[in-house]
């Protein structure tokens, strides 16, 4: 069976690799990035009707800090991030369906007008007319500088690269063709059309989770080891 590489950063890796073992998937992880919490100020909960979380990093870097916050409703970007907002001590957590604009149409829907977004510090600004968003870098995921021997291996095995952000696909992508390696070898599944896009041009398939969470994309996986030839 062709391997599954999951290059997401942890704990998340390994919540992926337990549900591509389920599925009897070969994956293997191999982490390009690293999270680590970073200092940070905490205003005022006063000042907000609801926290937004767009990665479980967040509450899981952030901690013990959170604890001003707990009162208010929690909007999680998926279920694994929505579950992490749960641990951390959020009551009333709102999980959205993936994606950061769709969970700013949820909170506006639901009348709220000024969120605490707790974010890395290299993040997508989500934005909506109505809704006034204060960003705090709670944590900061960092990129190797070179794709590790591993993953290279595992790549002349004709392996399927897992990509579950933009910043995961552009990195993997730059750091693919430093290595020398071709593109038109490769196949990559994206958990939205935003990693499609940001991974680029020129591999030999990118195919496209039909929704924005990892179960769907390691399904995916499973059917592109079926019926892509090697």
Known sequence: ?????????????????????????D???????????????????SGFDAIMLTSAHAPRLASPRLSTYQPLPC???????AAAAHQA?????RSGSGDGETLLEQM??????????????????????GIGVTRIPVYAVDGVDSLPSAAQAAMRDDAIVLLHSPRSAEHFAA????????RGSLCLAAISQAMAQA?????????????????????????????VPA
């Open 75 to 81: 909007y999680a970007v998926g279920d694994s991030t």
């Open 175 to 182: 750091l693919y063709d430093a290595a020398g390696l071709n």
């Open 108 to 129: 506006a829907y639901d009348g709220i007008a000024h969120a605490l977004h707790l974010c890395g510090r290299n993040r997508r600004v989500y934005e909506r007319p």
């Open 1 to 25: 069976m062709r391997p599954v590489l999951i290059i997401r950063a942890q704990p998340g890796a390994a919540e992926t690799a337990a549900r591509a073992a389920a599925l009897g998937l």
């Open 27 to 45: 994956s293997q992880v191999i982490p390009l990035f690293a999270a680590q919490a970073v200092p940070w100020d905490p205003p005022e909960a």
């Open 199 to 227: 991974a680029g041009p020129g591999w030999r398939r990118v195919a496209i989770a039909d929704k924005p969470r990892d179960e769907p994309l390691l399904e995916l996986a499973a059917k592109l080891c079926k019926t």
């Open 89 to 93: 001590g959020f009551a009333t957590v």
